[in-house]
């Protein structure tokens, strides 16, 4: 499963570490014995599901809310209209005024975070747990009537603009997915990225902004998780006091279209004056996450390039020492997939030395499958994933939401490591001949700009990385880990 820590996700607010610690001891994989995580779910009248995992391990809560809505809802001349409802709904509403949200949570000794993708928006709150009404209050107070006016939108448009430039347009490789998207997922409302484009943000009115709000921000497009210390059947009060008055909105449209995998592949250089080592980007068009054989795909870019005993990295970086990193990812969506291995070379490798060496590597697996080590050790890294990944409210309460829009079945939080289980040795190799097919390459690739005469070769450097403050993926994280915009603070 993907949770929010995926390449294309941006987490606007930096959130502190949760407080909450389930207090159930996980450990080594010898030892392991995964407690099922116990819910309750339903529906409200008005559409909002509701799901609830009491936990009195801390005296601590997690208030999570998933709106079905993220950059694939958007025109596609007016993209990044969710991410910049992420920011708008921080702006307060009828009964919070302007600025207040976060001074509400912090001063209640919580904190908060959002973030954005391609299918999702989500929001959430880390709070004592007796301050549980608090966080419900400010959810459905966002739900119900947010603040949509000219003082908020003008200001969030300039803090946007500028999270654009930092994090897109004057990073090295910062427009790689943008790129890739653009490459690699085009004729799809997936095509762009969910920061999306300044000069529509400029040219929306008012009004398309308050259309957006209503057609996606309605319980009945909304998700409700919460975890941690309370009594299910009082919160189930708090919850019909809090929610049950908002009306339920209009049937909510969705974007249809018909996901082609078999297309043939192109190719894009993209000269920037700020790259300062050549890169490379292989990708592939795959599934969606759902999809069975997303399981394989996401052991396989395992098996090739994540961590130092990868096939791509024993090559490309340690024996050939031609690159400085190499990373592979999954990056499968609800109604579409991609997989991908990116490469950043060393000083004086040229793109076609890297490209030969991912190819030869791809091609081996294809040929020759993994072998029973890797495999093995494929398996043990999920079992360890999902043994040590919902230690927190937080942890749980999200992917219980995930589960639940993107699969319709929640209680995959306890069953879905038996899915990767489940998949043989073999199938690694059938999916690399399935998917990742010379034909279907995507190739994208950052040349070092020719340096003026006289001048020294730019400095070395790596990508990119997340500076750690973004949540750590949830088990079955079908997820990039290559470069990403840093978060950025929302207010
Ligand atoms: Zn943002």
């Not at 921080?90 to 919070?96: A, L, Q, V």
């Not at 990708?283 to 130092?308: F, K, Q, S």
Request: charged share 25%.
């Amino acid at each position: 499963m993907k949770p929010v820590a995926l390449v294309t996700t941006i987490a606007c607010a930096i959130a502190l570490p949760v407080l909450a610690d389930t207090g159930e001891a996980t450990g080594s994989k010898d030892t392991i014995h995964l407690k099922p995580i116990q819910f309750v779910e339903y529906d409200l009248p008005n559409g909002l599901h509701v799901i609830l995992h009491e936990n009195h391990a801390a005296p601590v809560i997690t208030s999570y809310v998933l709106y079905h809505v993220g950059s694939k809802n958007e025109r596609p001349d007016r993209t990044g209209f969710a991410h910049f409802f992420e920011h708008l709904m921080f702006e307060g509403s009828d009964n919070i005024p302007r600025g207040k949200i976060d001074k509400y949570i912090s001063g209640a000794g919580g904190n908060l975070n959002a973030s954005t993708n391609f299918d999702q928006t989500d929001y959430y709150f880390n709070l004592p747990s007796n301050q549980l009404k608090l966080g419900l209050w400010i959810e459905s107070e966002r739900m119900m009537h947010s603040k949509i006016d000219e003082t908020g939108v003008e200001t969030q448009r300039q803090v946007v603009k500028e999270e654009r430039r930092r994090s897109y347009d004057n990073q090295p490789y910062g427009s790689l997915f943008e790129e890739l998207a653009g490459l690699c997922l085009k004729g799809t409302p997936y095509e762009w990225v969910p920061i999306g484009s300044m000069q529509y943000i400029d040219k929306a009115t008012i009004d398309e902004f308050r259309q957006f709000y209503k057609t996606y921000y309605l319980p009945n497009n909304a998700t409700l998780s919460v975890a941690g210390d309370f009594k299910t059947d009082e919160i189930k009060a708090l919850i019909a006091d809090y929610f049950g008055t908002i009306p339920k909105g209009s049937d909510v449209p969705r974007p249809a279209f018909d996901w082609k995998i078999n297309v043939p592949g192109t190719s894009k250089d993209v000269v920037k004056d700020n790259t300062p080592l050549p890169a490379t980007l292989h990708a592939w068009r795959a599934v969606p996450e759902t999809n069975p054989d997303a399981y394989p795909l996401e052991m396989l870019t395992n098996i090739l390039a994540t961590g130092r005993s990868s096939r791509l990295y024993k090559r490309l970086v340690e024996k050939e020492q031609a690159a400085l990193e190499v990373e592979a990812f999954p990056e499968l969506l609800e109604q579409a997939g991609m997989v991908g291995v990116f490469a950043t070379g060393q000083n004086g490798v040229t793109l076609e030395q890297l490209d030969q060496l991912i190819t030869e590597e791809i091609d081996d697996v294809k040929k020759s499958g993994v072998t029973e080590e890797e495999f093995q050790k494929s398996r043990n890294q999920k079992e360890d994933e999902f043994a040590n990944s919902y230690g927190t409210m937080h942890a749980r309460a999200q992917s219980l939401a995930r589960y639940h829009v993107f699969y319709g079945d929640t209680n995959l939080i306890n069953t879905e490591l038996n899915r990767y289980l489940a998949v043989k040795r073999e199938d690694l190799q059938r999916v690399a001949q399935q998917y990742l097919t010379k034909e279907g390459v995507f190739l994208l690739r950052y040349p070092v700009p020719a340096a003026p005469a006289g001048e020294a070769p730019p400095p070395g450097a790596h990508p990119p990385k997340s500076d750690g403050n973004q949540p750590a993926p949830a088990p079955g994280a079908k997820t990039a880990p290559v470069p990403q915009p840093a978060p950025s603070k929302t207010k």
